[in-house]
DNA sequence: TGCCAGGCGGGGT
DNA sequence: ACCCCGCATGGC
C-alpha cells in the first residue's frame, strides 16, 4: 500500500525560548520516522507538522490530507507551542534538579529537553504499553502499534506515519494488537479506544486533567501509573508522579528512605514536577533495567550514554 | 531452557 | 490496608 501525499497548507514561525533544546526535545523517546537527527514531524490527527530548528526560531510547515480541512491557524499554533512545551519554563525545575543527588549530574547534558506531548489517546497507549515489561519492550509495542494501525503518509519526501485515530481500533483489531505484541494489554487499548471514540473531547490538549484521569481510571487495565504517564505525555500535567516498581526502588535507595514512603517524598520534593522528574530519571539512566540502573548509580554513572538504546538514541535504531 | 520485567485486578488476610 | 498471584510477550 503506497503512502498518501499529504499537502502543505501553512508555515508558522516560532521564537525559541531560552531553555529550550531542539534536538534534545525531538529525540526523546522518539521513532525514526517522526525524527530523522534534523526534522522533526509530529503527528496529528490527519496532519503532519514538519518543525526545523534555524537558531533562534523554530519553523513549523503544516502540511494535511487533502479531503481534511484545518481550523485557522492561531489555534495550531497553540498546539504547536503545547506540542512542543514552548509556553513552559522549566527554572523552577531546573532549581530543584540542581540540588538533587540523583538528576544534578545530568542537568547539563539534559539541559532544554521538554517531552513532546501526544494526544491523550496516544499517550494512553503508550501506558499500557510500558506497564509490566522492560523499557525496550515497551517501545517495542508502541512502534509495532503504530506500524500496524498508524496511516502510512509522505511530506518532503519522507514516509512517516499518522497514529490511528480511537475509531479505527474495536474488539476486531484484536489479532493484530496481538501481532503487535501487546499481549494481555490488547483488551485495555480496545476499551480505551472504545473510551475516546465516544467521548472525543477527552482527546484534546484542553481537556481537564482530573476528568481525564478520572475515565481512564475507570477503564479495566488501566491504574494509577498508566494514568498518570498519560497525564504528564499528554496534558503536561507533572504533577502526580507515575511511579513503577522501577522508580520506587531507585528513589528509595538514593533518598535513604522506605519504599512505602516514596510518593510523599517524591511529590514533596518535586511538587509539580513530580512526573517530569520520574521522566528525566528515566532518561539519565538510560532507562536500563532495575539491577543495572542500580549498580550504575552506586558507581556514580549518572549521565547518559549515547553507546546505548536509550530514550534518548531510540529514534536512531526503531 | 526457564525465568522475569518500569502494572493491574481480583481474591485472600 | 496490606499481600499474593496470574497474566502475554520478548529478551536473555
Redesign the pocket.
Known sequence: MSAEKLVYFDKLVFKKPKDFSFFLTASVYNFSFWFNGKRLLVPLEDAIIVLADLGSEIEARVYVSKNRRLEGVDGLGKIVEHVLGLVENLTEFYGIVAKDPLLSPSLETLYGMHIRASQPWIASVIGVC????????GW?MFYNFIRVFGKRVSVEGIETYVPPSPSNINENSMDML?DA????RAKTVVALAKLFAGKQHLNGFDVGSEELEGELLSI????????R?ALALSLRDYSKP?I???LRRIVAEVYKIDE?SVEREYTRVWGRWSALAALYT?VALD?E??TKALERIRAGRLRPDPSKIS?LTLWKHL
Not at 479495566?220 to 494514568?227: A, H, I, K, N
Open positions: 510500558q506497564q509490566n515489561a522492560s523499557f525496550r519492550q517495542k496481538l505484541g501487546l499481549g494481555y479495566r487495565g488501566v491504574g494509577e501509573y498508566t494514568s504517564l507515575p513503577d516498581r522501577w512505602k528515566t532507562a533495567p532495575l530514550p
